[in-house]
T-cell receptor, first 114, second 109 residues
Framework: EPEVTQTPSHQVTQMGQEVILRCVPI?????FYWYRQILGQKVEFLVS????????KSEIFDDQFSVERPDGSNFTLKIRSTKLEDSAMYFC????????????FGPGTRLTVT | AQRVTQPEKLLSVFKGAPVELKCNYS??????LFWYVQYSRQRLQLLLR??SRESIKGFTADLNKGETSFHLKKPFAQEEDSAMYYC???????????FGSGTRLQVQP
């Protein structure tokens, strides 16, 4: 069964550094998402992406964040200058179409900012 | 603003006992409600949604608009039900999910 994959599984970076988290959504899916979960807190929506543009974003998704689909398979989340508070588990998800309801989640990337 | 509240962080029951995981929501329109589950070392996956009104792995959930609740129930818990359960809401015309803080269900033998 196809699955969403994410790399790396764990990323350690220093404060102020740029980091890119990578996701490969399920191949026939058209909608892509990033969520994050700070340790002990809720899963929070960051951004959704469709047809090569952002379709929705939360207040968390400020100018430090960007997303890109550089080719036909990868979907990336870039954090330009990481802060300590960016330490979290980042989940990618994908969905087939707008009328479908199930978002398929990846296993997550744990980002640790030191 | 939309919000999902799961009041219990941990629910511990014995095998064979009934289970009810509580979820309340705040939303001005007609939301879609979901339950997602995360088993140990596995990814988040959809368990069920209110529109389908089906039973998955013996779990059911009924949307009560008057009480703005979407509690998850199972009459007889099994050890393999032990997991983290998240209630989630999707607002009208939106694609983002708003999650509750989750409830860890422990089913003891």
């Amino acid at each position: 069964e196809p699955e969403v994959t994410q790399t790396p599984s764990h990323q350690v970076t220093q404060m102020g550094q740029e980091v890119i988290l990578r996701c490969v959504p399920i191949s026939n899916h058209l909608y892509f998402y990033w969520y994050r979960q700070i340790l002990g807190q809720k899963v929070e929506f960051l951004v959704s992406f469709y047809n090569n543009e952002i379709s929705e974003k939360s207040e968390i998704f400020d100018d430090q964040f960007s997303v890109e689909r550089p080719d036909g398979s990868n979907f990336t989340l870039k954090i330009r200058s990481t802060k300590l508070e960016d330490s979290a588990m980042y989940f990618c998800a994908s969905m087939v179409t707008d009328s479908s309801y199930e978002q398929y989640f990846g296993p997550g990337t744990r980002l640790t900012v030191t | 603003a939309q919000r999902v509240t799961q009041p219990e962080k941990l629910l511990s029951v014995f095998k064979g006992a009934p289970v009810e995981l509580k979820c309340n929501y705040s939303y001005s329109g007609s939301p879609e409600l979901f339950w997602y589950v995360q088993y140990s070392r596995q990814r988040l996956q959809l368990l069920l949604r209110h529109i389908s009104r089906e039973s998955i792995k013996g779990f059911t959930a009924d949307l009560n608009k008057g009480e703005t609740s979407f509690h998850l129930k199972k009459p007889f818990a099994q050890e393999e039900d032990s997991a983290m359960y998240y209630c989630a809401l999707r607002g009208t015309g939106r694609r983002a999910l708003t999650f509750g803080s989750g409830t860890r269900l422990q089913v003891q033998p």
